[in-house]
């Protein structure tokens, strides 16, 4: 894996150094307390304090004795966010700490918005300048614990997206996983080929059987006390569509289509890092979806763990059948929450854009936990319905569910109605993730992304106490 630029908090000293962080309407007055000089130096470089702009303060000695940052409009901080970020790039290396009218929240935001904006992904360009070692001294009443845990979390979840397929396969999935387990003391089991087919994971088998490198079913155990928490990540480390083969505009992302795996352990790992109180398990089915003589085809009919068969409509809608399996089997250990993350569909995309995290629960506690916990965590998240009129749609009549149903509407939802006829038992709640940010934006550079996972810790709480 490549070494993530995550720097630790400074500790403040007399070398780190002020970052003013200034409203529009706070120009005045700071140029009437700061002096002369800074005020001019601000007035000829037309400082206007929107989101980001930073402004260099030239000290006596001709060094830089400070700078200021824009906190822009209300309107322009609605619509970006981790805005401070955009200042990261401006600063030259050394030690910084925030100065001005920022409240906690916004302290907050702002400081982890300094990590994340730390992140490279440089294991494929080992030559590349390092980028400037510029420290933040973490501001008051703000815990860096918690927010280092979930830099380092996100940047492991980046990681493992960004590696393209050749070098994060089902085994390297797996390397990783058990590293992670290895790290924090879990327990971890494995089941690999044609032990899935005589354990019972027939869908997670029929998925992967086409490519050599073989399919598997993660699953690590954590904590001994607490409630029961249970995550279900896809580890569909390539998607070629199967025999529904993709064109290649639909398939050159498809090494990130276990963003949900990535995910749920990168939760995983915030969880352990900050010792929450749960018996975690995290079941991760990890394949290959590929074309040979072995493939699954169209009309296949599988049956799945739970005993339901599965007509196989479109071999591209392979995410949901492996889930499928993952999912009764996480009910067999009586789970208290039971939590599943996907990139599932097209479709969700189309709903809701790349930066939402589309969710689904019919237990209103766990969404209002959820909806709370993304705005502590500042992370989006969009509820779209269990809608059980569409339940018909995923019914073939053949056999007991449709993978791919012909309806032409609703794809997230049907997506989801499928994997929740595979739950059993515990409060349930299905992402429809994205994972991937297509162009550059403040902390969150373009590539791999993690969506959802620092909402759910953030509700965690909550979530555990009803």
Not at 147 to 154: C, F, P, Q, T, V
Not at 169 to 186: I, M, V
Request: proline share 6%; charged share 20%; net charge negative.
């Amino acid at each position: 894996m490549s070494k993530s630029l995550i720097f630790a908090f400074a500790t403040a000293s007399p070398s780190t150094r002020p970052l003013y962080v200034l409203r529009p309407d706070e120009i005045a007055t700071f140029q009437a307390e700061r002096g002369a000089a800074w005020a001019e130096w601000l007035t000829a470089t037309d400082f206007e304090a929107g989101l980001g702009e930073v402004r260099l303060l030239p000290g006596k000695d001709g060094g830089v004795a400070g700078a200021v940052v824009g906190y822009g409009s209300a309107q322009a901080r609605r619509r970006t966010r981790f805005g401070l970020a955009k200042a990261v790039a401006g600063l030259p290396a050394g030690d910084w700490a925030l100065q001005g009218t920022l409240d906690q929240g916004e302290r907050t935001e702002a400081a982890l918005a300094w990590l994340l904006s730390a992140y490279r992904f440089d294991r494929y360009r080992p030559g590349r300048k390092p980028a400037a070692e510029t420290r933040l001294v973490c501001p008051e009443h703000v815990d860096p614990e918690r927010l280092i845990a979930m830099a380092e979390a996100e940047a492991l979840t980046r990681d493992l997206i960004n590696t393209p397929a050749e070098d994060m396969g089902p085994a390297e999935l797996e390397t990783a996983f058990l590293d992670l387990a290895a790290g924090f003391g879990a327990t971890t089991e494995v089941i690999r080929g044609e032990d899935l087919l005589t354990q019972g994971f027939p869908m997670i088998h029929a998925v992967g059987r086409a490519s050599p490198r073989v399919p598997r079913l993660l699953d690590m155990r954590w904590g001994s006390a607490g409630p029961k928490l249970t995550l279900v990540g896809k580890g569909v480390c390539f998607d070629t569509g199967g025999l529904n083969l993709k064109p290649s505009a639909g398939m050159s992302l498809m090494k990130k289509d276990m963003g949900g795996a990535a995910t749920v352990i990168g939760l995983a790992r915030m969880i352990m890092s900050l010792g929450l109180a749960v018996q975690l398990r995290v079941l991760v089915p990890a394949v290959e979806n590929l074309v040979s003589g072995t493939s699954i085809k169209p009309k296949d009919i599988l049956t799945s763990r739970k005993g339901l068969t599965v007509e196989v409509n479109d071999t591209d809608a392979e995410g949901r059948l492996i889930l499928a399996d993952a999912l009764a089997y996480a009910c067999e250990g009586n789970p208290d929450i039971l939590i599943s993350m996907a990139t599932l569909t097209g479709a969700a995309r189309v709903a809701v854009g790349p930066d939402l995290a589309p969710y689904y629960t019919d237990d209103a506690g766990l969404a209002a936990a959820l909806e709370a916990g993304a705005k502590a965590g500042f992370d989006p998240v969009w509820r779209l319905p269990f809608h059980d009129a569409y339940e018909t749609v995923i019914e073939p009549g053949i056999a007991d569910l449709d993978n791919a149903p012909g309806y032409g509407f609703a794809g997230s939802i049907t997506a989801a109605l499928f994997v929740r006829r595979f739950v059993e038992g515990p409060r349930y709640m299905h992402f429809d993730i994205y994972g991937h940010t297509p162009s550059d934006l403040p902390a969150r550079p373009k590539g791999g992304v993690g969506q959802g996972a620092r909402a759910l810790l953030e509700a965690l709480p909550a979530m555990l106490r009803q």
